[in-house]
């Protein structure tokens, strides 16, 4: 079994900052791609930013030069540090992992259960 946990949410100022945390656990044999989305409400859920094994990054439009993404293989980790923070960036950030658990073939993508973000204005 193979959980996400994600940690860090809070209330801000806009302008302000936050960090949040992802950690995978479990029966873990490898982990490709780690990412963040988030969801707004009456919105669909949206890519945030992701993070490649090998440390490649992507950036939503939205967020690139504010946010940045990064990861530490040895913990199963992924973080995200968010900066600048506005208004619109008020959403439940979802953390997403591509795991091969132990004694599977194949990678799967697993979510966390989530964290909310509301920055007020």
């Known amino acids: 079994q193979v959980q996400l946990v994600e940690s860090g949410g809070g209330l801000v100022q806009a302008g302000g900052s936050l960090r949040l945390s992802c950690v995978a656990s479990?029966?873990?044999?490898?982990?490709?791609?780690m990412g963040w989305y988030r969801q707004a409400p009456g919105k669909q859920r949206e890519l945030v930013a992701t993070?490649?094994?090998?440390?490649?990054?992507n950036y939503a439009d939205s967020v690139r030069g504010r946010f940045t993404i990064s990861r530490d293989n040895a913990k199963n980790t992924v973080y995200l540090q968010m900066s600048s923070l506005k208004p619109e960036d008020t959403a439940v950030y979802y953390c997403?992992?591509?795991?091969?658990?132990?004694?599977?073939?194949?990678?799967?993508?697993?979510w966390g259960q989530g964290t909310q973000v509301t920055v007020s204005s």
């Open positions: 997403n992992a591509d795991v091969r658990a132990d004694l599977v073939w194949n990678y799967r993508a697993y």
């Open positions: 993070i490649t094994s090998d440390y490649s990054t």
């Open positions: 479990g029966s873990i044999f490898s982990i490709n791609a």
